[in-house]
């Protein structure tokens, strides 16, 4: 969420960032939250003012008493019953325009870096980086790519390619629960359990703490990361206990330093946490969710960090480059993107893409996204980091991104290492794995 103080004091800046993530009616909305909060501090100021005179007459009553002077005395305590009266309807007044000013404030998005390009879709995000050519910041975009891979060896597609090999029951998933909950099997679920052992491996090794936390979480904790209001409907609701299901290890990770005040010397804080997460993906359709391209519950590996505002981008550029070894080391075609104003999720300040290339689908496959949320969802959790040299506190800022998310890596996995042999096994996963073939 947006501090009050960046909305008031920089409301221009604010306005030209909403209009940049293509945000509608974007001061209409920053000058509705401002005329909220001025009410808000106006019903403030009032009540401040009404409290000191009240007390003061109350210093006035008792003298009075003392002095005999009882008439006097009960007027004074007529003017005290009617401030009473005031302050309450004053009270009412901050307290409702807080409730508006919060419910208003949870509509609007995370305003973007600069570096963030303008764009109003995914064809407008910029490649940076990629593993198959040399990139132009600002001209290589994903509208223009030109650079897809040829693998000659990948004719089959993955679900397939799953069937041929007995690695995951598509149809079995259907039964048991419905579509979009695949059932692995054999080399199909050590395949999972490796790549999940290898991710949380390397994470290790670059100084990230394990975390197993709960896949359910309560409201507080969607509304802290900023799954919630869930505009899209995209989260299971356990209507019962009042639970959400959780969609990515990020909600209850971060959630760990809700209403928390951190030491300076304990940052950056580096977490990582391998669990299941589920996504209802409501209206999504057609060839985009066949196979592993889309599913309702999968295995990710998530990377979390606190930080402070001043190395965040430091913090951000390690967590690219975590990534991106995975990447090499699993030996996969990959590009990089930074997302364009339009394209940025709600919460992100700054967004970057990982894809796959899949060849048997001749399309990319997102498999990764690293952002920076600046101080937005610090805002909401209360996040903050107490400094050494003054003592005092201070908004953090948060940061996570996928290391990996499992779905995509396999189906290219397995469409780009087709030979006659069977599947070969990226060599880094061999030790896990206990073989070099899927056959």
């Known amino acids: 969420m947006l501090t009050l103080k960046l909305i008031t004091e920089e409301t ?48 006035e009553i008792g003298m009075l008493m003392k002095q005999g002077k009882r008439e006097e005395a009960e007027d004074i305590k007529t003017k005290v019953a009617a401030l009473k009266e005031t302050n309450k309807e004053l009270e009412t007044l901050k307290e409702n325009s807080e409730q508006e000013l919060t419910h208003l404030l949870c509509q609007i998005p995370n305003i973007p870096y600069d570096e963030v390009p303008e764009g109003a879709c995914a064809e407008d995000n910029w490649v940076v980086k990629s593993n198959l050519k040399e990139c132009v910041i600002g001209k290589d975009t994903v509208g223009n790519w030109d650079a897809d891979p040829v693998v000659e060896s990948a004719k089959l597609p993955h679900w397939e390619l799953a069937k041929k090999y007995n690695l995951i029951d598509f149809d079995l998933g259907v039964k048991i629960s419905g579509a979009g909950f695949p059932v692995y099997r054999g080399k199909g679920a050590r395949l999972q ?14 100084g990230y703490e394990e975390i197993m936390p709960p896949t359910v979480v309560n409201a507080a904790s969607g509304y802290g990361t900023g799954q919630l209001p869930d505009k899209e409907g995209q989260m299971y609701h356990c209507q019962t206990d009042d639970l959400y299901l959780i969609p990515t290890a990020e909600v209850p990770v971060t959630n760990i330093y809700r209403d928390v005040i951190i030491e300076e010397k304990d940052l950056p804080i580096k977490n990582c946490a391998y669990t299941q997460c589920f996504r209802r993906e409501a209206g999504s359709y057609g060839k985009d969710v066949r196979g592993l391209n889309r599913l309702h519950e999968f295995s990710k590996i998530e990377i979390v960090r606190i930080d402070t505002p001043e190395h965040s981008a430091e913090s951000h550029k390690e967590m690219l480059e975590h990534v991106e070894g995975l990447l090499q080391k699993l030996e996969l075609p990959y590009r990089i993107l930074r997302l364009c104003g339009g394209d940025q999720s709600f919460t992100s300040a700054v967004c970057y893409d990982f894809e796959v290339y899949s060849e048997a689908q001749k399309r990319w496959l997102e498999v990764s996204s690293v952002s920076n949320f600046d101080t937005y969802q610090a805002n909401r959790l209360k996040c903050r980091v107490r400094r050494v040299a ?50």
């Open 12 to 59: 221009d800046r604010v306005i030209a960032g909403l209009e940049k993530k293509h945000f509608a009616d974007a001061r209409q909305a920053i000058e509705g939250v401002i005329a909220v909060d001025k009410k808000r501090r106006q019903a403030q100021t009032e009540l401040d003012q009404n409290l000191s005179v009240a007390k003061k007459l109350a210093a």
């Open 193 to 206: 359990r490796a790549l999940i052992d290898f991710f949380l491996d390397e994470a290790q090794k670059s």
């Open 390 to 439: 003054t003592g005092k506190t201070e908004l953090c800022h948060t940061l996570n991104g996928s290391a990996l998310a499992l779905p995509r890596i396999v189906a290219s996995i397995l469409e780009n290492n087709q030979t006659e042999q069977g599947i070969r096994i990226p060599k880094v996963l061999v030790p896990y794995m206990g073989c070099e073939f899927i056959d």
